[in-house]
């Protein structure tokens, strides 16, 4: 009998450049199941190869969108080349399944053309759109705001009642697929994007990333308008002006739509002595520098959908026995537990006094660190993870099979 065939879709990240879905394609694989993927190239991407058994079908992406029409255009764009691709795929090999990827909330209506082939959707459920929204924008003030808004939750509610099964990141999410998209409670399993601890796990430390200071501090993720990276930047000159500290060295690894503002940003504060932006990183280099840092910074701010959300940089941290310093979001306490520091959203000269406590007290920190990792082995690791994945395709075949 012919290995079942899986197509997983995604438009905001290249994979394996998106660490999730790499590990969901490699736990697929190893089950034995045959995987393609769709998605965006990244920097020097073939349109096509096999990478790890993995079929990689890629599209040059489109510009950054920055307002109402663009974003139309992108998500037009992206949808008219994942349908093009995905007919590619289909006459290489039949897939039993799609599988898409948010965000966008778009992709159940091409799971809705492949349907008429026998086609299953599982509902991967990485964002919470109509948070983004209100995270970015506030509460809609006029009735162009209100529009965009409803169709954002209209386009969710049609990708829910697609779904023959929702996959989500975690319990908040998976509370929203069962309250505000009627997804049957049996239909939604929850997957964390934990770190994969036997890959993941602390190596000699890099000194030349100092760059000549004593502490290395590190932040790792997208840089987004929701980020709040520009509030990393403003505890820094705290850092350095008021507490006068002039040894510690700040790395801002990743990238985003805000990444060159954010530069320029720093050198008008005058910090570009005391922060260094990596740009894209690859696994080694993140490797070095969170093995190096001292502290790990999840300095995300309060919004609707950050306090909602896995940030995944908080369990790396963990993994790489990094003390964490954080703002008490709800599923960042979820995901560190005990193994943090946290100060209350929006209070950065807090923020930057518990850090400079911190780095201070290199006793706690090998405290935390130590209790961080065990953590992230015990609790938050891939390997479970992997299972509760599969176990949304096997519980969905052995539906077909009755």
């Not at 994979?15 to 190239?41: F, H, K, M, N």
């Not at 590619?88 to 799971?111: G, S």
Request: with cysteine.
């Amino acid at each position: 009998m012919s290995r079942r065939h899986v197509l997983i879709i995604v438009q905001n990240l290249p994979v394996p450049l998106d660490r999730r879905v790499w590990l969901e394609c490699r736990a697929l694989t190893a089950a034995g199941y045959e995987v393609s993927v769709i998605c965006p190239q990244g920097t020097d991407d073939p349109e096509y190869e096999v990478l790890d058994g993995v079929h990689l079908y890629k599209y040059a992406p489109p510009p950054n969108a920055s307002g109402v029409v663009s974003y139309l255009v992108e998500f037009a764009y992206c949808w008219l080349r994942t349908a093009l691709l995905s007919r590619k795929v289909w006459k290489r090999k039949h897939f039993d399944v799609i599988q898409a990827c948010n965000p966008p909330d778009t992709y159940w209506a091409l799971a809705r053309l492949w349907r008429r082939r026998g086609v299953r959707f599982v509902f991967d459920h990485h964002d919470l759109n109509p948070e983004v929204f209100r995270s970015r924008f506030g509460e809609p003030a006029n009735l162009a705001a209100r529009v965009q808004l409803k169709g954002l939750y209209w386009l969710e509610r049609r990708t829910f009642r697609t779904a023959d099964r929702v996959v989500s990141t975690n319990a908040s999410y998976r509370r929203i697929a069962v309250e505000r998209g009627g997804v049957p409670l049996g239909h939604t399993t929850i997957v964390r994007s934990g770190p994969d601890t036997s890959v993941m796990r602390p190596r000699s430390p890099n000194p030349e990333l100092r760059r000549g200071k004593d502490y290395l501090v590190a932040w790792l993720g997208i840089m987004g308008p929701q980020d709040g990276v520009d509030g990393v930047l403003r505890i820094v000159e705290r850092i350095v002006r008021e507490h006068r500290r002039t040894d510690v060295e700040f790395a801002l690894l990743g990238f985003g739509d805000c990444l060159e503002d954010l530069r320029k940003q720093c050198t008008e504060m005058g910090l570009d002595d005391y922060v260094h932006f990596t740009g894209r990183v690859g696994p080694d280099e993140i490797a070095d520098f969170l093995s190096t840092a001292d502290v790990g910074l999840s300095a995300d701010p309060y919004s609707p959908l950050n306090d909602l959300s896995t940030m995944n940089k908080t369990m790396e941290y963990l993994a790489f026995a990094l003390p964490v310093l954080a703002y008490r979001l709800t599923e960042t306490v979820v995901s560190a537990g005990d193994c943090a520091v946290y100060v209350e959203p929006g209070r950065e000269a807090t923020f930057a006094a518990e850090l400079v406590a911190l780095l201070d007290d290199p006793e706690r920190r090998a405290e935390l660190g130590k209790a961080g990792r065990v953590r992230a082995e015990r609790e938050l690791d891939w390997a479970p993870q992997a299972r509760a994945y599969l176990s949304v395709y096997q519980d969905l075949f052995d539906e077909e099979k009755n």
